[in-house]
């Protein structure tokens, strides 16, 4: 039986004298565009739904925006810098690698409330400064400024050295503030998650804080670094967050 869809334009006789026929070739002659103008509408709406997936997983694992300011813009420093790592996206990627590898220590669950994170600003500094980062608080909650030194472009490897400086920065804006000796242990702790680099601990001072303490402490009691920063949110006094018995084992350990 043959297909209305096969009825050529020309068989005009047909048609007239079959008005059945003639309705099947009206709609086979204009179906095709109407068929073809719903696929399309179909597959605007399907990329509609993966655009509106891709923005939302986007902005659930990078709740944050990221502006980068190049101070040093007119110099071979600043330029290089740019070229680097501004004009290709690599600081945000570095960023946000770094963000999660920190919250996957810091907060394994939901019971551990996040620092609260809007913006953060990466600037390249104007003065060739000897700090390699600073991390300087906003007036407005959730935004943080860091502030990059020039020594990591001169270092033999500038991508792997921006990397680790990012990281330390990232971890310093997630870790909650607190006692300093206690900040700093953690974010030296966190920035070797990243860098993988041998813990090498020489300070045996009677606070005890150091990374080399926290990772003898993590590995005894899985978890203690997140609650140690879920403590500094709630703002414990300093001697709370010290086991004392841990620490005293840790130093017998270096002595071992």
């Given at each position: 039986m043959d297909s209305p869809l096969l009825i050529h334009p020309s068989t005009t006789i047909e048609i007239q004298e079959n008005p059945e026929i003639a309705a099947i070739?009206?709609?086979?002659?204009?179906?095709?565009?109407?068929?073809?103008?719903?696929i399309l509408i179909r597959i605007a709406v399907v990329f509609a739904i993966a655009s509106a997936c891709i923005v939302a997983n986007h902005a659930t694992s990078n709740s944050f925006e990221i502006s980068v300011i190049n101070a040093s813009a007119n110099t071979p420093m600043g330029h290089r810098f740019h070229i680097m790592f501004v004009s290709n996206?690599?600081?945000?990627?570095?960023?946000?690698?770094?963000?999660?590898?920190?919250?996957?220590?810091?907060?394994?669950?939901?019971?551990?409330?996040?620092?609260?994170?809007?913006?953060?600003?990466?600037?390249?500094?104007?003065?060739?400064?000897t700090d390699m980062v600073t991390v300087r608080t906003s007036l407005k909650p959730g935004e943080f400024s860091v502030v990059l030194g020039h020594g990591f472009l001169s270092?033999?490897?500038?991508?792997?050295?921006?990397?680790?400086?990012?990281?330390?920065?990232?971890?310093r804006v997630r870790v909650w503030d607190g006692p300093e000796e206690v900040v700093n242990a953690m974010v030296e702790y966190l920035g070797m998650q990243e860098a993988s680099k041998t813990f090498v601990d020489a300070r045996l001072d009677d606070s005890c804080w150091s990374p080399g303490f926290l990772r003898y402490c993590e590995n005894r009691e899985n978890g203690i670094v997140a609650r140690l920063n879920r403590q500094l949110?709630?703002?414990?006094?300093?001697?709370?967050?010290?086991?004392?018995?841990?620490c005293v084992a840790y130093k017998a350990s270096l002595t071992t």
């Amino acid at each position: 039986m043959d297909s209305p869809l096969l009825i050529h334009p020309s068989t005009t006789i047909e048609i007239q004298e079959n008005p059945e026929i003639a309705a099947i070739a009206t709609q086979s002659d204009t179906s095709p565009p109407f068929l073809v103008g719903q696929i399309l509408i179909r597959i605007a709406v399907v990329f509609a739904i993966a655009s509106a997936c891709i923005v939302a997983n986007h902005a659930t694992s990078n709740s944050f925006e990221i502006s980068v300011i190049n101070a040093s813009a007119n110099t071979p420093m600043g330029h290089r810098f740019h070229i680097m790592f501004v004009s290709n996206g690599k600081i945000s990627q570095i960023l946000y690698s770094s963000n999660k590898i920190i919250e996957q220590v810091l907060y394994p669950t939901g019971s551990f409330p996040k620092k609260p994170i809007n913006h953060i600003t990466i600037q390249l500094s104007g003065q060739n400064s000897t700090d390699m980062v600073t991390v300087r608080t906003s007036l407005k909650p959730g935004e943080f400024s860091v502030v990059l030194g020039h020594g990591f472009l001169s270092s033999a490897n500038p991508a792997i050295a921006l990397q680790t400086v990012l990281h330390r920065a990232m971890a310093r804006v997630r870790v909650w503030d607190g006692p300093e000796e206690v900040v700093n242990a953690m974010v030296e702790y966190l920035g070797m998650q990243e860098a993988s680099k041998t813990f090498v601990d020489a300070r045996l001072d009677d606070s005890c804080w150091s990374p080399g303490f926290l990772r003898y402490c993590e590995n005894r009691e899985n978890g203690i670094v997140a609650r140690l920063n879920r403590q500094l949110r709630d703002r414990y006094a300093g001697l709370s967050l010290l086991n004392r018995s841990m620490c005293v084992a840790y130093k017998a350990s270096l002595t071992t």
